[in-house]
Nanobody, 114 residues
Framework: QVQLVESGGGLVQPGGSLRLSCAASGSISIYTMYWYRQAPGKQREMVARMGGSGSTYYADSVKGRFTISRDNAENTVYLQMNSLKPEDTAMYYC?????????WGQGTQVTVSS
């Protein structure tokens, strides 16, 4: 069993930045790690992913503004979010799949509002 704990969310003005962290209780170095988000009344959507080799993918809505990174020594994944927009408001989750089991954190709330 691996636990994921997200942190770093909060209230930020449009155009601001936040850095989310996802700390895992075990090694995640070989796994593709994902950041998802879910806004009220909307489906959960993938925001970014990073493979174990370091390859990355971003949703079109965040490309050029968000950056996913990882520190395998610390078993932590990050999501740097710049130029935030009100439509980025959502609960953000990190997740990965190990041996067919999908692990999710409890999420961290990001609110972008003036």
């Amino acid at each position: 069993q691996v636990q994921l704990v997200e942190s770093g969310g909060g209230l930020v003005q449009p155009g601001g930045s936040l850095r989310l962290s996802c700390a895992a209780s075990g090694s995640i170095s070989i796994y593709t790690m994902y950041w998802y988000r879910q806004a009220p009344g909307k489906q959960r959507e993938m925001v970014a992913r990073m493979g174990g080799s370091g390859s990355t993918y971003y949703a079109d809505s965040v490309k050029g503004r968000f950056t996913i990174s990882r520190d395998n020594a610390e078993n932590t994944v990050y999501l740097q979010m710049n130029s935030l927009k009100p439509e980025d408001t959502a609960m953000y989750y990190c997740t990965f799949v190990r041996l067919g089991v999908n692990y999710w954190g409890q999420g961290t709330q990001v609110t972008v509002s003036s």
